[in-house]
């Protein structure tokens, strides 16, 4: 593979990290007296400081998200003033020599579409179709690299199932209605990207779990098999046709030795997920046989003090560089994430970022870690 194809960088969400959100989510916060995102990292009004970050750290790709409820605040109106700002943003990472990869739904939804029923309705695939292309008309000469949307799978477990997230819904029926319109949605917004930009790479970011049978087990094997089809059905099976590449968030490995989460957590983050970054080999190992290219598009760990990230990465490259030396096809790693987030449900504790944000003042620290990281980028350009 040549040198020039691996991209190395992080990753963010218009949610996590913009501020001044009007959104379902915001809503939800509001309403139900949960933390408030507010104004985040205010990376709205401060992307290109933190674009000189990522440059300085030796970064050459960045994954954003565009905000659906920015562009297109009320049905049928789209906002050309919020438009011209990603076209910026856009512009600012090719200014620094940094490879776009642009997210288009990042759970976050328009409150106008979440008030028609969000996913759960039909008309939201069309409405997320047209966005789509309005925003694909706009970005088509500076984006290649699209992913319509993250974590399906997540979301509809978390938003339908668990009911942690907004509409804090628990239906499995609800639950998977959600994840096969999703389906339809990536692949109509698929259909969209290509009319307009028939050069662009268009893939998902999918949550990957490793899910690993403990021995010789025949029932540890029958289960991660379920599991595995389970996880891969709705987007890698069914949608493999509309994806010229997987984008794999990788956090979890789930051990299962008689039943499932039967993980040592000997080292866990400040979440208490487990700490394996080895096992992303497995995981790229694994989706190899999708036979598409691969990057890693989250990989990561809310560590406040730091102690765990640089190995973590560390491993998580040596991780992709096995993958590569067997012919896994990997061709990038963007680390969750360039700074400090708001965590969804789990608010702002969560530290996952190379940086660190003081929410007090906005100010940005390098974190020991983004350094070694940067070292790594160095020396091994070609991984
Ligand atoms: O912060 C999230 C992100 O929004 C989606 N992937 C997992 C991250 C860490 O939980």
């Not at 959104?23 to 000189?52: I, K, L, Q, V």
């Not at 949550?207 to 709705?234: R, S, V």
Request: aromatic fraction near 14%; include cysteine; glycine fraction near 6%.
């Amino acid at each position: 593979m040549k040198k020039e194809h691996f991209f190395f960088g992080a990753a963010s969400s218009a949610h996590q990290v913009e501020g001044g959100q009007m959104n379902d989510w915001s809503e939800w916060e509001a309403r139900t007296g949960h933390e408030r995102s507010g104004t985040a990292a205010d990376h709205w009004n401060r992307y290109e400081e933190d674009f000189d970050i990522a440059k300085k750290l030796g970064h050459n790709a960045h994954r954003f998200s565009i905000e659906w409820s920015r562009v297109e605040p009320e049905e049928g109106r789209f906002d050309e003033a919020a438009l011209e700002h990603y076209v910026k943003v856009v512009q600012a990472l090719r200014a620094r020599g940094m490879e776009p990869f642009v997210t288009l739904w990042h759970f976050t939804l328009p409150v106008w579409v979440a008030r028609q029923g969000g996913w759960e309705s039909e008309k939201t695939v069309h409405h997320f179709a047209r966005y789509v292309g309005r925003v694909a008309a706009r970005l088509k000469d500076d984006v290649k690299f699209w992913i319509p949307l993250n974590e399906p799978e997540i979301y509809s477990h978390m938003s339908y199932l668990v009911g942690k997230w907004p509409p804090a819904a628990k239906n499995p029926f609800r639950t998977v209605s959600v994840l096969l319109r999703l389906a339809r949605a990536h692949r109509a917004a698929y259909a969209v990207l290509k009319g307009i930009a028939p050069t662009a790479e268009i893939g998902i970011a999918k949550n990957h779990m490793y899910f690993e049978a403990a021995g010789k087990n025949q029932w540890n094997e029958m289960l991660k098999a379920c599991a595995d089809w389970w996880w891969n059905f709705f987007f890698l099976d069914r949608a493999k046709d509309s994806l010229d590449f997987v984008g794999v968030n990788f956090y979890f490995h789930n051990r299962i030795d008689g039943w499932f989460n039967k993980n040592r957590n000997e080292q866990a983050s400040d979440m208490g997920w487990e700490l394996l970054p080895e096992t992303l080999y497995h995981a790229l190992a694994e989706l190899s046989r999708y036979q598409k290219p691969l990057y890693v598009t989250e990989n990561g760990l809310a560590d406040a003090k730091d102690v765990y990230r640089a190995e973590y990465i560390t491993e998580a490259l040596k991780a992709v560089a096995h993958a590569r030396r067997e012919g896994v096809e990997v061709r990038g790693y963007l680390h969750w994430a360039l700074t400090d987030n708001f965590e969804w449900a789990d608010g702002f504790f969560p530290r996952f970022g190379l940086v660190a944000i003081d929410y007090e003042t906005q100010k940005r620290t390098i974190r020991k870690s983004a350094m070694v990281y940067r070292d790594m980028i160095k020396k091994w350009p070609n991984i």
